[in-house]
């Protein structure tokens, strides 16, 4: 795909890393399609070609979308409708969890069809440089090899992954950056409710040195405290400290009852038992 031009369809954190990535591999950025123009544009943002939707030609070798998952469908119908054909064309989306199936107008109107993911989080407009960053392809092989080496221009590591796996795929992602952040929150919480004065430091020096351990040993040699000990009355006493905190006690009894089925763990079954007993 050298020098085959570029359109962006939505504007969010994604599309903002993925605009400054394009321009810094000299790769021509031919609009990015939005609402409307923004009024006050970061610094970052300012020589850009933005273009509203009613103005957008659409046709860009590569039209890669950047919305919402519940939009994918509908702006693939709404290109589609507003090109009539787009043969010789390729329409691609970012989400981790819709197939390619999503983009079928696209399809049908000629386009060659895939998803592009990265593996990252994009928490802010500020762009993540994605130099080394995975990126997980869905598409026929025709088309996954030039998508790849897409990526590869970006500074990405691409990866193919099938369709009917997507979803497990997006829910490992979900697991391993939001669900992480939910469960240290969770964690704060449960340290300010203990009267620690800095909930974040306490978990903080915890959650890094378990984080490094856990890539450099693995799991399974990084597990301890009560659970890896079997410390059965210890446990007992957490769920009855949190049994006013419903969310809490649920969140701990749920990853206990996951580490006593896929972690090292001593006396398992009593373990297993006093969490099974102690619902809230």
Known sequence: MKNRDICIIGYGNWGASLAQALVSAELPLREIVVRQKPRKPLTQDQSLPFVPWREAKLD??????????????????????????LKGQVVIHSS????????????VAGAAVGSVHPVMTFPTRQPVPLRGVLFGIEATPSLQR??????????????????????????????????????????????????????AAFVQALAQATVANVFAHGPENSFSGPFARGDVETIELHLRALAGHPMLHGLYRSLGLYATKALPVARRHSLQTVLKRMRN
């Open 60 to 85: 860009a070798a590569i039209l890669w979308l950047c919305v919402p998952d519940g939009a994918v469908a509908d702006t693939a119908a709404r290109i589609a409708a507003k090109r009539g054909r």
């Open 146 to 199: 030039p998508l790849a080496t897409l990526v590869r221009r970006l500074g990405g590591k691409p990866f193919g992954i099938e369709s009917g796996r997507k979803a497990l795929y997006h829910a490992a992602g979900t697991l391993s950056s939001p669900l992480i952040v939910s469960a240290l929150a969770a964690a704060m919480e449960t340290a300010a409710l203990a009267g620690v004065a800095q909930p």
């Open 96 to 107: 981790g969890a819709l197939t390619a199936a999503a983009l079928e107008p696209a399809r």
